[in-house]
């Protein structure tokens, strides 16, 4: 069984930054694609960003792209998401997902989840 532990979180100011990370651990597998979802309360879970294992490839939501940055570390089987120029509006908690089975922007299609940070994200 593969888990993701998640890192990071915490209600900050708009324009504000904060990296979030996500680590894998038991079972060895490629993690062949990383990636980043949120929910806002009401609201349904929304992906974020993804990033492929073998050459770095990363696919964002328009509504993040140019402020958010998703990387990876293959060897630590780790996954970051750097969050910048935060907006106004209820907090979102962000989950890490890994290994799609199928449309790489649909929740439904990822393996693995994480469970989110410990604190939610103004965003």
């Known amino acids: 069984q593969v888990q993701l532990v998640e890192s990071g979180g915490g209600l900050v100011q708009p324009g504000d930054s904060l990296r979030l990370s996500c680590t894998a651990s038991g079972r060895t597998v490629d993690l062949y694609r990383m990636a980043w979802f949120r929910q806002a309360p009401g609201k349904e879970r929304e992906f974020v960003a993804y990033i492929r294992r073998r050459d770095g490839t990363t696919v964002y939501a328009d509504s993040v792209k140019g402020r958010f940055k998703i990387s990876r570390d293959n060897a630590a089987r780790t996954a970051w998401l750097q969050m910048n120029s935060l907006t106004p509006g209820a907090p979102s908690v962000y989950y890490c997902?890994?290994?799609?089975?199928?449309?790489?922007?649909?929740?439904?299609?990822?393996?693995?989840w994480g469970q989110g940070p410990p604190v939610p994200v103004s965003s």
């Open positions: 997902a890994a290994d799609p089975h199928w449309e790489a922007r649909l929740t439904a299609a990822y393996e693995y």
